[in-house]
T-cell receptor, first 115, second 112 residues
């Protein structure tokens, strides 16, 4: 079956521009997660959605970062006024119900490069 | 905040079994052991997980010691496509347990 998909696969932008990253979770998965992974670094949690609401936004690094989810499905992560330190791979994952200790299935990621 | 310890790298001959160890001596009774892998330039891929019993699926087997302080991921017949970084994680229970944290993992190189 279809897995988690993300678009674009690669994004190059100039410092100060806004970017939108999209995630399509596995159909029927209630929970959706955003992470980012910097070069050679581990996984950094950003935000967790349960349905359309985000009970945990604790990982968003600054108010330039926001995310929304509509229809309990597609999610968009928006980074405003991008900075060079935002360059990373942004990963989306989904799981069936959420809430912990549940298998998360990851998408291929969006590689963001801020020049 | 490493709850797991893995060797940084391992080699395995193609067609042989790859046995990847993981120590998790501080694991609690209701915490699961999960294995993911990440092939270069791809997103993490779920492999297998277990609580206390050994588990097997189409990708791998997971052997957990009786005291649950360590486990071994077994890829029975490694192929070149299994070359990846393998992450062993313990999913913490309670609030925020969905926040996956990967350590440095084991870089497995499958040699032709």
């Amino acid at each position: 079956g279809a897995g988690v998909s993300q678009s674009p696969s690669n994004k190059v932008t100039e410092k100060g521009k806004d970017v939108e990253l999209r995630c399509d979770p596995i159909s029927g998965h209630t929970a959706l997660y955003w992470y980012r992974q910097s070069l050679g670094q581990g996984l950094e949690f950003l935000i967790y959605f349960q349905g359309n609401s985000a009970p945990d936004k604790s990982g968003l690094p600054s108010d330039r970062f926001s995310a929304e989810r509509t229809g309990g499905s597609v999610s968009t992560l928006t980074i405003q006024r991008t900075q060079q330190e935002d360059s990373a791979v942004y990963l989306c994952a989904s799981s069936l119900q959420g809430g912990g200790q549940e298998t998360q299935y990851f998408g291929p990621g969006t590689r963001l490069l801020v020049l | 905040d490493a709850k797991t310890t893995q060797p940084p790298s391992m080699d395995c001959a193609e067609g042989r079994a790859a046995n990847l160890p993981c120590n998790h001596s501080t694991i609690s009774g209701n915490e699961y052991v999960y294995w993911y892998r990440q092939i270069h330039s791809q997103g993490p891929q779920y492999i297998i997980h277990g609580l206390k019993n050994n588990e097997t699926n189409e990708m791998a087997s997971l052997i957990i010691t009786e005291d649950r302080k360590s486990s071994t991921l077994i890829l029975p017949h490694a192929t070149l496509r299994d070359t990846a970084v393998y992450y062993c994680i313990v999913t913490v229970s309670g609030a925020g347990s969905y926040q996956l944290t990967f350590g440095k993992g084991t870089k497995l190189s499958v040699i032709p």
